[in-house]
C-alpha cells in the first residue's frame, strides 16, 4: 500500500521504509539558563527566575522540548531604594545566653554598655539538626524544644543603630506571624517561632535564653 512521510506516519505505521533516513527525528534543543533574577518583590517572601530559549525547535517526532522558566523562593530585605525592610522579616542570629556575660564584662570595661532588651518567643519548629550538634560549643542547641517558650536578649553591640533594635526581634510583625531563627555554630539547626511579648529583662531559665548576634 501506499507509504508517508508525515510526522503521523510513525503512530499510524505507515512511514515510507526511507523515512528515517530521509526525515530523521530531531530533538528540542534549548539554551543553557540564565542568571538568577532578583526577588519579584523586596521585603516579602516570594520568587526569583531564570528562564531559557529554544534553539532548535522538534522535528518528526523529536521529543519535546522543556520547561523554559523555573523559579525559586527569595527573600530580600533591603529595598530597591537600599532603605532596610521591616525587622519582622529579617531571621533572627541567636546564640547561648552563657555569651552574654563575657558580652557584658567587655561592655563595661569600655564604658559604653547600653541597655538592651529582652524578647519572649514561643518556638513552633526546630529542624531535626539542632539535637544532633557533635560539637562542645553547640551543646546548647540541644535545649530547644518545640513549644517551649525562650527568651531571647538584645545586648550591645547586637543592638543596631539608629532602629534601637536587634536584627530579627520580630519587631513590627503581626500577631501570631511565624518569625525564622538561624542558631549560630550550626547551619543545620533552624526554625520559626512566635512573639510573645519584649520586656526590659529576661525571665527564662538559663538554659532557655538566648543572644541575638
Same mark, same amino acid.
Given at each position: 500500500?501506499?507509504?508517508?512521510?508525515?510526522?503521523?506516519?510513525?503512530?499510524?505505521?505507515?512511514?515510507?521504509?526511507?523515512?528515517?533516513?530521509?526525515?530523521?527525528?530531531?530533538?528540542?534543543?534549548?539554551?543553557?539558563?540564565?542568571?538568577?533574577?532578583?526577588?519579584?518583590?523586596?521585603?516579602?517572601?516570594?520568587?526569583?527566575?531564570?528562564?531559557?530559549?529554544?534553539?532548535?525547535?522538534?522535528?518528526?517526532?523529536?521529543?519535546?522540548?522543556?520547561?523554559?522558566?523555573?523559579?525559586?523562593?527569595?527573600?530580600? +530585605?533591603?529595598?530597591?531604594?537600599? =532603605?532596610? %525592610?521591616?525587622?519582622?522579616?529579617? !531571621? #533572627? *542570629?541567636?546564640?547561648?545566653?552563657?555569651?552574654?556575660?563575657?558580652?557584658?564584662?567587655?561592655?563595661?570595661?569600655?564604658?559604653?554598655?547600653?541597655?538592651?532588651?529582652?524578647?519572649?518567643?514561643?518556638?513552633?519548629?526546630?529542624?531535626?539538626?539542632?539535637?544532633?550538634?557533635?560539637?562542645?560549643?553547640?551543646?546548647?542547641?540541644? +535545649?530547644?524544644?518545640?513549644?517551649? =517558650?525562650? %527568651?531571647?536578649?538584645?545586648?550591645? !553591640? #547586637? *543592638?543596631?543603630?539608629?532602629?534601637?533594635?536587634?536584627?530579627?526581634?520580630?519587631?513590627?510583625?503581626?500577631?501570631?506571624?511565624?518569625?525564622?531563627?538561624?542558631?549560630?555554630?550550626?547551619?543545620?539547626?533552624?526554625?520559626?517561632?512566635?512573639?510573645?511579648?519584649?520586656?526590659?529583662?529576661?525571665?527564662?531559665?538559663?538554659?532557655?535564653?538566648?543572644?541575638?548576634?
Amino acid at each position: 500500500g501506499p507509504c508517508y512521510c508525515d510526522q503521523a506516519c510513525a503512530r499510524t505505521l505507515d512511514c515510507c521504509h526511507d523515512y528515517a533516513q530521509a526525515c530523521p527525528v530531531i530533538p528540542c534543543v534549548v539554551s543553557q539558563w540564565s542568571a538568577w533574577s532578583g526577588c519579584a518583590e523586596p521585603c516579602k517572601t516570594t520568587y526569583r527566575v531564570r528562564t531559557r530559549h529554544i534553539i532548535q525547535e522538534p522535528r518528526n517526532g523529536g521529543e519535546t522540548c522543556p520547561a523554559l522558566e523555573e523559579r525559586a523562593g527569595c527573600v530580600e +530585605y533591603w529595598t530597591r531604594q537600599g =532603605t532596610e %525592610c521591616q525587622q519582622s522579616l529579617i !531571621p #533572627a *542570629l541567636i546564640t547561648t545566653g552563657g555569651f552574654g556575660k563575657a558580652r557584658k564584662k567587655r561592655a563595661a570595661a569600655d564604658g559604653n554598655e547600653r541597655a538592651g532588651y529582652c524578647v519572649e518567643f514561643q518556638l513552633v519548629a526546630i529542624t531535626p539538626g539542632c539535637l544532633h550538634s557533635q560539637h562542645s560549643y553547640t551543646r546548647w542547641m540541644r +535545649y530547644l524544644r518545640e513549644g517551649h =517558650t525562650v %527568651c531571647v536578649e538584645c545586648q550591645h !553591640p #547586637a *543592638l543596631h543603630s539608629p532602629s534601637q533594635h536587634c536584627y530579627g526581634d520580630g519587631t513590627g510583625s503581626q500577631k501570631n506571624q511565624l518569625l525564622h531563627w538561624q542558631a549560630v555554630g550550626n547551619h543545620q539547626c533552624k526554625g520559626t517561632w512566635r512573639r510573645i511579648r519584649q520586656l526590659d529583662t529576661c525571665s527564662c531559665p538559663f538554659v532557655h535564653s538566648f543572644l541575638f548576634i
